[in-house]
């Protein structure tokens, strides 16, 4: 069994900060892509970043060049920092990780980030 805990939302003016942590942890022991997702009320589930093993990223064009996506494969842990937040950035945030060996993708339960304007 795979669990996958999140931590770091919150509630943050526009223009603020926040770190967003997502630890695997249970019968995982290689991880392929790690990436986290966002949806927001009375929409779909969007990608946001991902990162490869070997540390290639990929972000969706409106969180270039604020968000930054970081993974330490020793903790299993993928990171999100989130620079210069906006509204429309309201959202819950889901992690997502595929195992390497049987290539299955695991979520996270999900954490509510509000951006207030």
């Known amino acids: 069994q795979v669990q996958l805990v999140e931590s770091g939302g919150g509630l943050v003016q526009a223009g603020g900060s926040l770190r967003l942590s997502c630890a695997a942890s249970?019968?995982?022991?290689?991880?392929?892509?790690m990436g986290w997702y966002r949806q927001a009320p009375g929409k779909q589930r969007e990608s946001v970043a991902d990162?490869?093993?070997?540390?290639?990223?990929n972000y969706a064009d409106s969180v270039k060049g604020r968000f930054t996506i970081s993974r330490d494969n020793a903790k299993k842990t993928v990171y999100l920092q989130m620079n210069s937040l906006k509204p429309e950035d309201t959202a819950v945030y889901y992690c997502?990780?595929?195992?390497?060996?049987?290539?299955?993708?695991?979520w996270g339960q999900g954490t509510q980030v509000t951006v207030s304007s």
């Open positions: 997502k990780i595929k195992s390497a060996w049987s290539l299955r993708d695991y």
């Open positions: 249970g019968s995982i022991f290689s991880i392929n892509a």
């Open positions: 990162i490869t093993s070997d540390g290639s990223t």
